[in-house]
Nanobody, 115 residues
Framework: QVQLVESGGGLVQAGGSLRLSCAASGIIFSSDTMGWYRQAPGKQRELVATILTGGSTTYADSVKGRFTISRDNAKNTVYLQMDSLKPEDTAVYYC?????????WGQGTQVTVSS
């Protein structure tokens, strides 16, 4: 069983920064892919960024150059550094762990960017 607990969300003005953290517990494999998704009101959940064990990353076009995903394998923790935030980044952000046998989600953390 895997549990994911996010933290670090909040209210910030446009142009500001936030850092999200996701601590994973349970049986974690080095081959697991970890990532962040977000869901704004009335919209579908969308990919923000993913990171593999070796450090390879992918980003949504909308966040490239502003967000940085990183991973501490020793701590089973993944981070999302969000800079130059925009009002359209407002959403609930979810941590995700993906493996061949399953897909796990955190409870989500709210990020609100005011204009």
């Amino acid at each position: 069983q895997v549990q994911l607990v996010e933290s670090g969300g909040g209210l910030v003005q446009a142009g500001g920064s936030l850092r999200l953290s996701c601590a994973a517990s349970g049986i974690i494999f080095s081959s697991d892919t970890m990532g962040w998704y977000r869901q704004a009101p009335g919209k579908q959940r969308e990919l923000v960024a993913t990171i593999l064990t070796g450090g390879s990353t992918t980003y949504a076009d909308s966040v490239k150059g502003r967000f940085t995903i990183s991973r501490d394998n020793a701590k089973n923790t993944v981070y999302l550094q969000m800079d130059s935030l925009k009002p359209e980044d407002t959403a609930v952000y979810y941590c995700n762990l993906k493996r061949l046998t399953g897909n796990y989600w955190g409870q989500g953390t709210q990020v609100t960017v005011s204009s």
